[in-house]
């Protein structure tokens, strides 16, 4: 179990400095970090126009730099040490194969240079994640929106956090190549210690909703089977509803399943008339549902009825939508079956995370229980966390 204090922080923070000090011989000027995210209900709604209800947590990706006085950008991270420094020029920012996983900070500066951003100078950086790589926490929009609030910080704070969230999701959609939606990088740039964000994906207007877990702990569980949205099924899940909605909408006239309730999914289902279509139209529909659904519960201090309707979460996208897999199914039913009282997976599936809400009492025995499961299972290890609500990305102390 993994449990990320505020003095984990510094010390990761100090061993970077050491680590910057070895690479580029001089010292780091400044120091950041984004968190990572989890989404506790309301899956594959981002891109249909529905709601979400995700925060961010506290582990996440950390960063130290000093300035250039010339256009390079050199970047350094502790989780691909083989790749050494890796750099690019702020005169060529376009996108190359060769980058991997530069693509992602590149992206930034590029996305701010084409907002019109002076970028006066580069950068000697290093970073550094303790968020598991593939795991669906969300790495990726931890790391645009850690360079999108050092971008900001640097050259005067020229964006505002939502603008930051839709450059991310920019980035990542025409520049790296995953049609996704905002939820991700709206979560992480958003976040606020204690809350979570109910986000109305259609309109991006956002709601903040504490989270009272009384209690109850939030358990993250890692499948440790990685998974990477550009390779899986993300992109044909999309493009699944947007073909469902062009054939309910011959008849009807919705902008996107997140205008549709349950009631009239049933009036027009008929007109898509393809049994894998259907399943992904009504898990789009019915998850936009539940979502709204469970926020009411939840401001009433209605845990219980907030668990079941994650159980129902993860039902739909297993077998409607069908992209939980063995791994995440494995984790989820024996959580269910060991005393949590509400388990589902979180992200886009195919692999990654699962979460789990457990009794205080029972989250030590549940770990070992549910991980002895998976393991007799696959032959590996599952990883758990208690996953602690943080603030967004924010500059720390060197």
């Known amino acids: 179990m993994e449990n990320i ?46 709601h979400v209800f995700p925060c961010a ?48 900070p590149k992206g930034m500066f590029k996305a701010f240079a084409d907002e019109g951003l002076e970028l006066k100078h580069g950068f000697n950086i290093l970073i550094s994640g303790n968020l598991p790589d593939g795991s669906g926490l969300s790495s990726s929009a931890s790391i645009e929106m850690l360079f999108g609030k050092i971008l900001n910080s640097q050259f005067n704070n ?4 939502v603008k930051l969230a839709q450059l991310g999701q920019k980035v990542e959609n025409n520049y790296i190549g995953v049609n996704s939606g905002i939820m991700d990088q709206f979560a992480v740039e958003m976040g606020r210690a204690g809350y979570a964000i109910l986000l109305d994906t259609n309109t991006l207007k956002s ?6 877990m009384q209690n109850y702990k939030i358990v993250i569980m890692n499948t440790n089977k990685k998974r990477g949205l550009k390779d899986s099924k993300y992109n044909e899940r999309r493009s699944e509803c947007e073909n469902a909605l062009q054939l309910i909408n011959k008849k009807a006239n919705f902008k996107s399943f997140g205008m549709m309730t349950n009631e009239d999914f049933d009036e027009y289902n008929y007109t898509i008339d393809n049994p894998v279509l259907i399943k992904r139209a009504r898990h789009a529909v019915s998850e936009n549902q539940r979502t709204l659904r469970a ?24 077998y409607d939508y069908e992209v939980t897999g063995d791994n995440l199914d494995n984790l989820v039913h024996s959580a269910w079956e060991n005393g949590a009282i ?28 549910v991980g002895k499961n998976y393991r007799e299972k696959f032959g590996y290890e599952a990883d758990f966390y208690i996953a602690n609500i943080s603030d967004g990305p924010q500059e720390m102390e060197l």
Not at 207 to 212: F, N, W
Not at 298 to 305: A, P
Request: glycine fraction near 8%; hydrophobic fraction near 35%; proline fraction near 3%.
């Open 342 to 369: 509400g388990a589902r997976m979180t992200g886009a599936g195919f692999g990654g995370c699962a979460i789990a809400i457990v009794p205080d009492e029972k989250v030590k025995d549940f770990m070992k229980i």
């Open 295 to 318: 926020i009411s519960v939840l401001k009433n201090n209605n845990i219980d009825e907030f668990g079941r309707l994650m159980n129902a979460s993860h039902t739909s996208l297993e």
């Open 158 to 161: 020229i964006q505002s956090g």
């Open 5 to 50: 204090t505020k003095n984990d922080s510094v010390s990761i923070i100090e061993e970077l400095e050491n680590r910057f000090k070895i690479i580029y011989e001089e010292k780091p000027v400044k120091g950041y970090f984004s968190p990572g995210r989890i989404n506790l209900i309301g899956e594959h709604t981002d891109y249909n126009g529905g």
């Open 207 to 212: 709601e903040l909703v504490p989270i009272k």
């Open 57 to 104: 947590i506290s582990l996440g990706t950390y960063a130290v730099l000093s300035n250039r006085d010339d256009n390079l950008v050199n970047i350094a991270s502790e989780n691909f040490k083989e790749s050494g420094v890796k750099s690019f020029n702020l005169n060529n920012l376009e996108y190359s194969d060769s980058d991997d996983w530069l693509s992602y």
